[in-house]
Each structure stands twice: as structure tokens, then as C-alpha cells.
């Protein structure tokens, strides 16, 4: 017995997709597909200084060369209410402060972490007596104060199983940046819940953003969807596929002739084409 699901593709159109693409969007068609339900589109195009028209064309054009058939593509351009209201929310109950920390202030703080270790975000800006908001600034979630009123939170992945989130290993996570109105993480977790998502297919790369995501959703009262984090795909050099890694795009293969539909049967059978490989991490 199941019920019909809700499974959504989020490209940023910053770039052109990659195999890597194609699969994690054949994984999130044919789950709702086999479940009776629906297939979204969504564009993350809020990094207005980095999306194009013509990315979110090739979006379009590749899924249809795979075969895969979606709702009308909703854009996050278009939702800033939402991520604003929600702001607004979290900012009313004193959980968010203003951050005027750059870069290299961040840098810089961290260098005493140990070698290879994620530099978090120490906390530079939490507390300040008085802030000046005609300065550059993004806003932080205080993740310490969010989790004082909440039990434990947990969240499901399709692999892994229950997981107890742990959202202060990432520090106080941005939610509204300097250069856009929301991060990731809060405009993936409101849009997830605005369009009724019940099932998130996405990279393993993205297995500990979910803790955050666990964490805004007990926060704005939102459900919690069910998690599908599948492995990562390298290439023949054995790095990771990426847009900014140069990783071949399905534009590219598109445009050689090659069957768009043969491949997403392809990678339906757990096979990939020469060369490409499963990360093992």
C-alpha cells in the first residue's frame, strides 16, 4: 500500500546539466511515476547574478530529450514572498541576527581548525549590541537558541534510515544572503513545503543540509518529507561530476546524436555510460 507521491527536479540555472543531472532527475520521475503521482519543476533562479534564460532553456530542452515528463516549471524568482514571511517569522522570535563577516573574515577565524575540517561559521556577529544595516550583511539562523524549545529532531532517507539531525555541526547556516533574498536552505525548505513535496530525491552530497532542513521545518511548523539521497556520479578523471568542474553536458550529447531516451533507460539499470562511475563516498 502506498500513497501517490510528490517528487520534485531543482536546477539552478547557473550552468548547463551533466549526467549527474540526469540522474538524480530519472530517480525523482520515476519514484512519483511508480507511486501515482506528480513530477515538479522547479528553478532555483534566485542567484540573480549567475542565472540565464539560456540555462533554464537547455533545462527544459534536456528534459524532454530524456523523456521526462514534468508539471509547468514554478520559479523561485517568483516565491521571494514566501522566503520574506518566513524571515520575517524567525526574525520576530529573535532567532536570526545580521552578519557583516566577510569571506576572509571567516577565513581567518577558522584557521585554527583542524586540517581538511568544513570551516563553520564561529559566531563572530551573534550578540552584537548595535548593528548598522546599511552595511553589507546577510542574515544567520542561531541554531543554538532555535534548538532550545525543540525535542529531538529526526528525519527519514530511503538508505541510511531514521537520522538524528544534528544541525549545530554546521554552525549558524545563512538564510538570507547579501547578494540574494534566501539561501538554499531556507528557500528549498519553504518551497518544499509550499508545493506539497512528499519525497526529496538529491545527491548524497546534500545527506547534511537535511539536518538544517529538519530544523527550519520544525521551526516554521512545516511537514517533513520523506529523504532519497542517492550516490554521486565521478567521472573518467574520478572527480566528481560539477558544473564548475567543466563536468560534459547533456546539451553537448544532445547535440551529437545522441538517444536521450535510450540513456535515462540506461541509467534505469543501474548502468552508465563508459568512463562514468558511482563515487564511493
Not at 532567532?95 to 581538511?116: E, K, M, N, V, W
Not at 544534528?166 to 536552505?185: E, F, M
Amino acid at each position: 500500500m502506498f500513497t501517490a507521491a510528490v517528487s520534485r527536479f531543482a536546477p539552478s540555472p547557473t550552468g548547463r546539466l551533466h549526467l549527474g543531472h540526469a540522474w538524480s532527475a530519472v530517480l525523482a520521475h520515476d519514484l512519483a511515476a511508480a507511486r501515482g503521482g506528480r513530477f515538479l519543476l522547479r528553478i532555483e533562479d534566485i542567484d540573480g547574478t549567475r542565472s540565464r534564460p539560456e540555462h533554464v532553456a537547455a533545462i527544459l530542452a534536456d528534459l524532454a530529450w530524456l523523456g521526462l515528463d514534468h508539471e509547468a516549471p514554478v520559479f523561485q524568482s517568483a516565491r521571494l514572498p514566501l522566503y520574506a514571511a518566513a524571515l520575517d517569522d524567525l526574525r520576530a522570535r529573535a532567532l536570526l541576527y545580521p552578519c557583516f563577516c566577510t569571506r576572509a573574515d571567516i577565513a581567518a577565524a577558522s584557521a585554527s581548525a583542524p586540517h581538511g575540517a568544513e570551516a563553520v561559521y564561529p559566531g563572530t556577529c551573534r550578540g552584537l549590541p548595535e548593528c548598522d544595516l546599511s552595511r553589507p550583511h546577510c542574515w544567520r539562523l542561531d541554531v543554538g537558541a532555535a534548538l532550545t524549545s525543540l525535542d529531538v529532531l529526526r528525519w527519514h532517507d530511503a538508505t541510511a534510515g531514521w537520522v538524528a539531525a544534528g544541525p549545530t555541526a554546521q554552525g549558524d547556516v545563512i538564510l538570507a544572503r547579501k547578494d540574494a533574498p534566501a539561501s538554499y536552505h531556507l528557500a528549498v525548505t519553504v518551497d518544499d513545503a509550499a508545493q506539497g513535496v512528499t519525497d526529496v530525491v538529491r545527491g548524497r552530497d546534500l545527506f547534511r543540509a537535511t539536518d538544517i532542513h529538519r530544523l527550519l521545518q520544525a521551526l516554521l511548523g512545516l511537514p517533513t518529507p520523506r529523504y532519497h539521497h542517492h550516490p554521486l556520479l565521478t567521472g573518467p578523471d574520478g572527480e566528481r561530476l560539477a558544473k564548475r568542474h567543466g563536468a560534459p553536458a547533456l546539451a553537448a550529447m544532445r547535440e551529437s546524436g545522441v538517444d536521450g531516451r535510450a540513456l535515462a533507460s540506461t541509467l534505469r539499470a543501474g548502468l552508465l555510460p563508459t568512463g562514468f562511475m558511482v563515487a564511493n563516498a
